[in-house]
Nanobody, 128 residues
């Protein structure tokens, strides 16, 4: 059974840091990423990493967040620094079995598809 399980969310003050992890079991995926959804807003991409290892970042987090994956592609990590209140959201891990650049990975993950696997989400709350 394929599963994605996120961990590491929590509450932090503005300027603080959090590290999210997504554990993958049951399969190996070349395309993985983080999305987030704040109350009343649409889900948006945060960062992805594709088969070539090059990361893609949303403009709003570029320079503050770092996405990485272990060599076995079992754990996807999102290091979040300089957090701001607008980063408050439920963060989801996503995966799909396609090979390509991280930009392609983002394009595929952001579109609703039965081929995309999602985790249950982890809450991040940043207070001012």
């Amino acid at each position: 059974q394929v599963r994605l399980v996120e961990s590491g969310g929590g509450s932090v003050q503005a300027g603080g840091s959090l590290r999210l992890s997504c554990g993958v079991s049951g399969a190996i995926y070349a395309c993985m990423g983080w999305f987030r959804q704040a109350p009343g807003k649409e889900r948006e991409g945060v960062a992805t990493i594709g088969g070539y290892g090059d990361p893609w970042y949303a403009d709003s987090v570029n320079g503050r967040f770092t996405v990485s994956i272990d060599d076995a592609r079992h754990t996807l990590t999102l290091q979040m620094n300089s957090l701001m209140p607008e980063d408050t959201a439920m963060y989801f891990c996503a995966a799909r079995g396609i090979w390509g650049t991280s930009s392609l990975c983002y394009d595929r993950l952001r579109v609703s598809s039965d081929e995309t696997i999602w985790g249950q989400g982890t809450q991040v709350t940043v207070s001012s």
